[in-house]
Nanobody, 120 residues
Framework: QVLLVESGGGSVQPGESLRLSCAASGSIRSIATMAWYRQAPGQQREWVAS???????NYADSVKGRFAMYLDNSENAGYLQLNNLKPEDTGNYSC??????????????WGQGTQVTVSS
């Protein structure tokens, strides 16, 4: 059994920063990929960033240059650094990860999300 838990959300003013974490626990051999999504009230979930283990990160145009994603297999965790936050970045941020378990099976898992609110 694998569990993904996000943390690090909060309420900030425009221009401030947050660092989100996505921690995996359980019978894990490795994290193959991780992605971050966000969903604002009344809107569809949108992709924010993703990364293959050992590869480069990719970002949505709306966050490129402001957000940075990291993946640390030694910690079974990923991170999303949010800089220069704008009100339109407000939403529930969730991660998913393709995780290879101890038995070798690759499965996708989702976390429950962490809320980010940007307002003055």
């Amino acid at each position: 059994q694998v569990l993904l838990v996000e943390s690090g959300g909060g309420s900030v003013q425009p221009g401030e920063s947050l660092r989100l974490s996505c921690a995996a626990s359980g019978s894990i051999r490795s994290i193959a990929t991780m992605a971050w999504y966000r969903q604002a009230p009344g809107q569809q979930r949108e992709w924010v960033a993703s990364r293959l283990s050992g590869g480069a990160s990719n970002y949505a145009d709306s966050v490129k240059g402001r957000f940075a994603m990291y993946l640390d297999n030694s910690e079974n965790a990923g991170y999303l650094q949010l800089n220069n936050l704008k009100p339109e970045d407000t939403g529930n941020y969730s991660c998913n990860a393709d995780i290879r378990g101890i038995g070798g099976r690759l499965r996708r898992y989702w976390g429950q999300g962490t809320q980010v609110t940007v307002s003055s």
